[in-house]
């Protein structure tokens, strides 16, 4: 499937707020679930609507909801959660996951360390959340986790993605869709985006 990337006037000028290094913490947070927001109502598009009867303070009438039980959102930790936010104001009775992973700083790979999501999660769409989509390490060690718990739908949202990542991913999983704010040149000899935005989950929890 082809890659998602917004394009839309807001969508560029939130990001040129996100990438300036003079950017705050908390400003930063903010964007970034803003943008979040936005990539789930494009990731959502395709969700299938049900058939209800409601009483507005005119009449009754039959119109269509979304069944928020049919989907769980996974972000990876900790960058994940800064999107988790935004996404749950538009959704907020999805069920949520979490998996814990950190990158190897020699070898760029990622290491697993937590992995809980909802016992039912095979019946639900699952929407993986990251930031930043570089190597694209994790967003596979992400799919290879839910898929073994059998889940059919999944989509990976994140703000920038390299090339090179989307490329992995695609080869590997070509059943997963990818959404993005944008993507980006390439990655560097230290596998960060360039021109990326530095450290995602440095800059949403201010830890540098």
Same mark, same amino acid.
């Given at each position: 499937?082809?890659?998602?990337?917004?394009?839309?006037?807001?969508?560029? %000028?939130?990001?040129?707020?996100?990438?300036?290094?003079?950017?705050?913490?908390?400003?930063?947070?903010?964007?970034?679930? =803003?943008?979040?927001? +936005? !990539?789930?109502?494009?990731?959502?598009?395709? &969700?299938?609507?049900?058939?209800?009867?409601? =009483?507005?303070?005119?009449?009754? +009438?039959?119109?269509? @909801? $979304?069944? =928020?039980?049919?989907?769980?959102?996974?972000?990876? !930790? #900790?960058?994940?959660?800064? +999107?988790?936010?935004?996404?749950?104001?538009?959704?907020?009775?999805? @069920? $949520?996951? %979490?998996?814990?992973?950190?990158?190897?700083?020699?070898?760029?790979?990622?290491?697993?360390?937590? /992995?809980?999501?909802?016992?039912?999660?095979?019946?639900?769409?699952?929407?993986?959340?990251?930031?930043?989509?570089?190597?694209?390490?994790?967003? +596979?060690?992400?799919?290879?986790?839910?898929? =073994?718990?059998?889940?059919?739908?999944?989509?990976? !949202?994140?703000?920038?993605? &390299?090339?090179?990542?989307?490329?992995?991913?695609?080869?590997?999983?070509?059943?997963?869709?990818?959404?993005?704010?944008?993507?980006?040149?390439?990655?560097?000899?230290?596998?960060?985006?360039?021109?990326?935005?530095?450290?995602?989950?440095? #800059?949403? /929890?201010?830890?540098?």
């Amino acid at each position: 499937m082809d890659v998602i990337e917004l394009k839309h006037p807001l969508v560029e %000028h939130k990001l040129a707020i996100l990438r300036d290094k003079r950017t705050g913490t908390k400003e930063f947070r903010e964007i970034v679930s =803003e943008l979040a927001t +936005m !990539l789930c109502y494009e990731a959502m598009k395709d &969700a299938k609507m049900e058939e209800v009867e409601i =009483e507005t303070p005119i009449q009754k +009438m039959k119109t269509r @909801k $979304i069944n =928020e039980d049919n989907y769980a959102f996974v972000p990876i !930790l #900790r960058a994940g959660t800064g +999107m988790l936010d935004g996404i749950i104001q538009v959704v907020p009775n999805a @069920k $949520i996951g %979490h998996i814990g992973m950190y990158r190897d700083e020699e070898t760029f790979k990622p290491n697993v360390y937590f /992995f809980k999501v909802p016992k039912d999660i095979a019946k639900r769409e699952v929407l993986i959340l990251d930031p930043m989509l570089a190597t694209g390490g994790s967003g +596979m060690d992400a799919i290879e986790l839910l898929k =073994e718990k059998d889940v059919k739908k999944i989509k990976f !949202l994140c703000i920038i993605a &390299a090339p090179e990542g989307i490329k992995a991913i695609q080869e590997k999983y070509p059943d997963v869709q990818i959404y993005c704010a944008a993507i980006d040149e390439k990655l560097n000899e230290h596998a960060y985006i360039i021109p990326g935005l530095g450290d995602a989950g440095d #800059r949403i /929890f201010g830890t540098k």
